[in-house]
């Protein structure tokens, strides 16, 4: 993306960011992300910020769709630490 700058025509950037409309009638997600992980949370932040008057009626349903959201997941820290040793291996980031 091209953003003004009081200094420059424009400066690069790059990343994803939600713009809205001051009024929460209009918002798009522009730019770019490396991979759809932060899709969930940038949609939510618009929810907020577009219909904060509906949040407390759509809860459940989030918490239904994402229930990590608002309770922590179990994590089985021995399976983690076993993936994360053999991708270290395999792209030789670790001994």
Same mark, same amino acid.
């Given at each position: /993306?091209? #953003? +003004?700058? +009081?200094?420059? @025509? &424009?400066?690069?950037?790059? &990343?994803? !960011?939600?713009?809205?409309?001051?009024? *929460?009638?209009?918002?798009?997600?522009? *730019? $770019?992300? %490396? &991979?759809?992980?932060? $899709? %969930?949370?940038? /949609?939510?932040?618009?929810?907020?910020?577009?219909? +904060? !008057? !509906?949040?407390?009626?759509? !809860?459940?349903?989030? =918490? #239904? /769709? /994402? %229930?990590?959201?608002?309770? +922590?997941?179990?994590?089985?820290?021995?399976?983690?630490? =076993?993936?994360?040793?053999?991708?270290?291996? @395999?792209? &030789?980031?670790?001994?």
């Amino acid at each position: /993306m091209v #953003k +003004p700058d +009081p200094d420059r @025509v &424009g400066v690069l950037t790059f &990343g994803t !960011e939600l713009v809205t409309g001051a009024d *929460g009638t209009i918002a798009g997600l522009l *730019g $770019a992300s %490396p &991979g759809a992980s932060t $899709a %969930p949370a940038i /949609m939510l932040d618009l929810l907020a910020r577009c219909f +904060p !008057e !509906e949040q407390s009626r759509w !809860e459940p349903m989030l =918490h #239904k /769709m /994402m %229930p990590a959201r608002t309770a +922590p997941v179990g994590i089985d820290q021995q399976a983690v630490d =076993h993936n994360l040793a053999r991708t270290g291996r @395999v792209l &030789g980031l670790a001994r």
